[in-house]
């Protein structure tokens, strides 16, 4: 979130790393890794190889992202377990990414050189049982177009074994689709499809689907590599067709009773079905076999109905629509309805200046200290100090630091730890570093006096892996440990502990088109925060999505919305207020969140983060989704009176600004009540 430096301003603003020469390397196991051969030993469905402009030879990459699609060009080549490698490209556009991913490896970076050529370096160690990555380089969705040139991934060449054969295959079939699964093969980096002994498809997860004509076929899956392919696994059988009973009759008798903040939905079995699907807003929200079901939708008028199914799949007519009014849960955070958050530069100086603790102006309602960091990466080891004296010369001692947080909560303020920033990456990858994290949280908290805790985790601190997919239930180890850590806070400090968080749009509304690695090789921090938010929401005081240093994001509406002016705004938090399905799957939603534990997060100051929004066009964005008035092209799917306020890095920066963002804000959300 922070700037240490103004100069570095335009080459962090996406997490990218920008080297100002080459690495030496040692050896370069790429095949054409200049594209002198053109795209040979690449798969570049949106590229071309072009003769300018170019950064070394006389060839280069160049392919254009369409608007649903980031050009990626990649190669998979061969490994060795446990070795360390370095992965590095020439690169010109708007906005390109790097990166490789395979067994247990997911290394990525990305930078915004425009149109001088600029060299982006990742690194990664092999798994114990990695025998193949592929590399990739891409741009961002219609962005325009991008070159990349004179790839090297320096390290020692694998040796080439093709997987092994899958294992676990299944089958089923319906009235129209055969759909596979299957267990995966180490090393593998996609999947052969086989109907009745011909190739009819590819995979690179671990499911396949297809619509053939009615009848009963054969099914094998072969795994593939760069070394090879494997031997066929077991055939399974699949019947397709459309010999089938009709689909079941429309349930009955559903009911809705609301109980606080959840609904629960009872309906009468239709007669020869096996499941029900749930509806919400005519958008799918569970698969159940029983004939009751309960949901947590969020404040608000919600409508329903069910359909039943049986063995085919095929869904029956739809039951009549019930309406449940579900109330807005009162915070009782000792917060004011409408609330004004910013950082506070306590450990660091910048451009902004530092400013003292009991010069904070009373508009602000919260107060986040930035930032905790941790000793390493992965030590969950969390520490703070006051910004030493040498960086920051007016600097109070820290009794008068402590005095002045006291006086701020006396005046009714909340005062928390902010942990993480740009620089702060905090991996919690082990049991040990979850402990440490709670135990070094912890003592700053009693240290100080602090009245809870900023979740403002940025570049790689949280990720997803392959096939971490169920967004109540994850499995990787990071966000699990954050999840626990979380949850053993909010028990030892109780009700009143203030939990905050400030994710990128990149870690959340993403997630409405990509979550994790995915298929198709996306990055593996896509929508990574939306598993801890959804386990943390029944605890979780504030959500504060920064709404700037962001490319491009799909609304709800499928278009794209650019930072800057009020649409993006209105776009990014309806998302929040109405939930969305996680890559479009309706069988897999994030449930909206209460109207009032949702901010907006703005930079306070041109100088702040890419992505500065006047005051105008901010106060037309909070009519429009709190009142339903001054709404620009994008239309919310409700309007939301209880939305909680702003958020803004930062308060050193506003002051820097003449107060321009604390002083009209306030002033604004004072006359909504």
Sequence with gaps: MRLRKLAALAALVLGGTVLAAPAAHAANILANPGFEDGLTGWTCPAGQAVSSPVHGGSKALQATPAGSDV?????????QPGKAYTLTAWVRGSYVFLGASGTGVNASTWGSPGTTWTQLSTSFTAGASTTSVTVHVNGWYGQGAYQADDLVLDGPPGQGQPPAAPTGLTGSGTVTTATLSWTASAGATGYNVYRNGSKVGTATGTTYAENPSPGSYSYQVSAVNAAGESPLSAAVP??????????????????????????????????????YTVYRDNVKIATVSATTHLDTPGPGSKRYHVRAFHTSGVEGAASATVTAVVPEVPPGDGLPNRVLVGYLHASFANGSGYTRMADVPAEWDVINLAFGEPTSVTSGDIRFRQCPAAECPNVEPEADFIAAIRAKQAAGKKVLISIGGQNGQVQLTTTAARDAFVSSVSAIIDRYGLDGLDIDFEGHSLYLNQGDTNLAAPTTPVIVNL???????????????????????????????????????????????????????????????????????????????????????VAMTDMLLAGFPIRGDANNVFPPLRQNQVAIGLPAAPWAGNGFTTVAEVQKAFDCLAKGSNCGSYKPRGVYPNLRGLMTWSINWDRYNSFEFSRNHRAYLNTLG
């Design 71 to 79: 050009a990626r060009c990649q190669q998979t080549v061969t490994v």
């Design 238 to 275: 699949v019947t397709v067709g459309n010999d089938v009973p009709p689909p079941p009759p429309a349930p009955t008798g559903l009911s809705a009773t609301v109980n606080g903040p959840s609904v629960t939905l009872r309906w009468t079995a239709a007669p020869t079905a096996t499941g």
């Design 483 to 569: 999840i626990s850590a979380l949850k053993t806070l909010k028990a030892k400090y109780g009700s009143r502990f203030v939990l905050t968080m400030a994710p990128e749009t990149f870690f959340v509304q993403l997630g409405y088109q990509f979550y994790g690695p995915g298929t198709g090789g996306a990055d593996a921090r896509s929508a990574s925060y939306l598993p801890v938010i959804h386990a943390m929401r029944n605890d979780l005081t504030l959500l504060h999505v920064q709404d700037y240093n962001s490319g491009p994001i799909m609304g709800l509406d499928n278009q794209y919305h650019t930072m800057g002016g009020h649409d993006f705004h």
